[in-house]
């Protein structure tokens, strides 16, 4: 059984009140709360352990053991092969800006580099201007409006042996569809091209095997999966090795180092570490003696099961609302290939509407294009204001789902 109740007891945030009702987070795919072991480790390494890296003295050593401890979770984590292949950063968009202009290198005039129409636009526009910058061609996968899923045809046809990079997301952040990722690769690397992955959607829902997927790189957001605000980097070893990195010249020309440019965020990654060891802790203390990948795993299983449930509640009710309609797969025998973000609009009423009203309930969503603008593009949204994003995660319950429905039927009556 998950128990959703003393999950919550972890999250400080989950207890605050809007007009004397319970604040309602559904604003998760935009940055989810965080448990407080993630916030004493950030005020732990601020009050006792801040310094820069590589110093003679002991405050700098425990950074350095807790930065180490990190690229080991992370690499735990994303199921990779060794922290080496691990970088920290800014963010996930940061962090493929990086990448793309070291990749820059490696690409020439009348190259293909392919993007799709599901991703958000960070992992759009650092292709688009490499594109640009290079004299590649930008290559675009097109989804099936009617359940906004990866048109897998029209992705085998824009690969070519001019194919250097195929750049997808793991799950939509707009639609909640779930690519096939491994496929994806396969097709790629038989073209003789590369593999990127935006997985910050997906990484709060399930586990990520690198080494299964085959992927090239993967980018994701520790604060979408509970972390404060950082982002991590994975990348084979020997492609990061052999890339070049644009850095200061006394820094370490070896991975993950050469990428980790300047004075990092050291209490972000503190976090960071805090938040995996967080999602560890839900396997349960039965487990203790499991290695952290295997705990790992259980947890995300566990939040899977939990989370399908969640989000099967939270269609079936949506669909029973008139004139309301829902983007993205609604039949739950396809729910493994969605995670629970749902996106929806109103009949005559403006998703800004929808969101206002639902903010004065106490029940936060967003609207709008979420940054996936070639989603409501190719949906004919994006001049309609976009639609409106529900986004569950695994401390949310099945009474919120219920207030939201009803705030819902309220508004539409």
């Excluded at 005020?43 to 180490?68: E, K, P, V």
């Excluded at 038989?190 to 095997?209: C, E, K, R, S, T």
């Excluded at 805090?274 to 795993?297: F, I, P, Q």
């Amino acid at each position: 059984m998950f128990d959703v109740q003393s999950v919550r007891s972890h999250f400080p945030s989950l207890q605050q009140t809007h007009d004397d009702r319970q604040v309602i987070f559904f604003d998760n795919p935009g940055g989810t709360q965080v448990p407080r072991n993630v916030v004493e480790a950030m005020t732990h390494y601020l009050l006792h352990d801040n310094a820069n890296h590589g110093g003679a003295y002991a405050t700098s050593r425990r950074s350095d053991t807790m930065i180490d401890d990190a690229h080991r979770a992370m690499t735990d984590m994303l199921g990779a092969s060794s922290p080496d292949e691990i970088v920290f950063g800014a963010n996930m968009t940061s962090l493929t800006f990086t990448l793309s202009r070291a990749l820059g290198h490696w690409l020439k005039p009348g190259d293909d580099i392919v993007v799709t129409r599901l991703d958000h636009d960070a992992d759009v526009s650092p292709w688009m201007l490499l594109a640009r910058d290079t004299g590649a061609n930008l290559r675009w996968v097109d989804f099936r409006p009617e359940d906004c899923t990866l048109d897998m045809d029209d992705l085998e046809r824009r690969l070519s042996r001019k194919t250097k990079l195929v750049a997808c997301v793991y799950a939509s952040n707009a639609v909640g569809t779930i690519n096939d990722v491994k496929t994806i690769t396969e097709m790629a690397h038989h073209a003789g091209a590369m593999v990127f992955v935006d997985a910050v959607q997906y990484a709060p829902h399930g586990l990520i095997d690198v080494k299964a997927l085959d992927c090239d790189f993967l980018a994701c957001s520790a604060y979408k999966f509970f972390g404060p605000h950082e982002g991590i980097l994975y990348g084979k070893y020997d492609l990061l090795d052999r890339l070049p990195a644009y850095k200061v010249r006394p820094a370490k020309d070896r991975p993950p180092y050469k990428f980790e440019t300047g004075t990092q965020n050291h209490e972000g990654i503190a976090g960071t570490l805090a938040a995996v060891e967080y999602l560890t802790s839900l396997s349960g203390k039965s487990h203790e003696n499991a290695s952290r990948r295997d705990r790992l795993s259980l947890a995300m299983k566990a939040i899977e099961d939990y989370e399908r449930d969640l989000v099967s509640r939270l269609i079936a009710g949506l669909k029973q609302i008139r004139g309301l309609r829902i983007y993205g797969i609604t039949e739950r025998s396809d729910f493994d290939r969605r995670v629970p973000t749902v996106a929806f609009r109103m009949e005559g009423i403006s998703p800004r509407r929808v969101a206002e009203y639902l903010g004065e309930k106490g029940i936060f969503v967003w609207d709008g294009n979420y940054y996936a603008l070639a989603v409501t593009e190719r949906l004919g949204l994006e001049d309609k204001g976009g639609m409106v994003r529900v986004g569950l995660v695994h401390y949310n319950t099945a009474d919120e789902v219920d207030r939201l429905l009803d705030s819902l039927e309220r508004l539409r009556a």
